[in-house]
Each structure stands twice: as C-alpha cells, then as structure tokens.
C-alpha cells in the first residue's frame, strides 16, 4: 500500500482531518486522534482497542505489530509495503469509530 492510499481511507471517513502532531502526521475526527504516520513514511500507527489489536495481530503478523507507549500498548504499527488494503481500511474504520463523537456517531446511524 502506499501512503496516498491511506491518506484517501481516512479522509473518506466523516469529518475526519489531517493535521501535524510534533513531526509525524495525525488523522483526526472531533479532534481526537486516531492515525498518526511516523516521518519515514513507510509505516502507519492505528489506535485501536486491545480486542481489535490482538485480533489483527493473529491475522497478519507478518505487517502488523504491536505499538508500544512506554510499557504500554496502545495500537498498531503496520508496514505499509506489506500491507492488505482491505484489512487496512477495515482497522482505519474501527480506530475512527472509536474516537468518533457521539454526535458524529449518531448522524452515521441516522443516515444508514
């Protein structure tokens, strides 16, 4: 995958924006992040839940790795080179879904 691609999953997501966080990138919904790209470009962090995590790393690991704050974890580190489109953007729903306002959320629902 490529980071292009990446950046069009995440902008489709409702009201979703990309902005800087220190010297990475960061996609954000309401503020709150829940994708940052580190500078090098080839890798993308995904803020999910410990159930999703554990389950994408069962999945995939040979592009999927735990990422670490301090001892703790806190999301996904995916190689972008190696990357599955589909399993990308289902991780980029589940991470956007959980930093989503409840607003945001509730006009989702209201539309489907």
Do not use: C
């Not at 790209?37 to 962090?45: L, Y």
């Amino acid at each position: 995958m490529k980071l292009s691609e990446v950046r069009k999953m995440a902008l489709s997501l409702p009201e979703t924006t990309e902005a800087p966080h220190f010297n990475y990138s960061s996609f954000r919904v309401g503020g709150r992040i829940f994708v940052t790209v580190p500078p090098e470009g080839a890798h993308i962090h995904v803020f999910v839940d410990e159930e999703q995590r554990e389950r994408a790393l069962a999945l995939e690991p040979d592009w999927i790795e735990k990422l670490f704050w301090g001892k703790k974890a806190v999301g996904l580190r995916i190689a972008l080179d190696r990357a599955k489109p589909t399993i990308v953007e289902a991780l980029l729903a589940e991470a956007w879904r959980v930093k989503a306002p409840k607003r945001v959320l509730g006009s989702i629902r209201k539309r489907q």
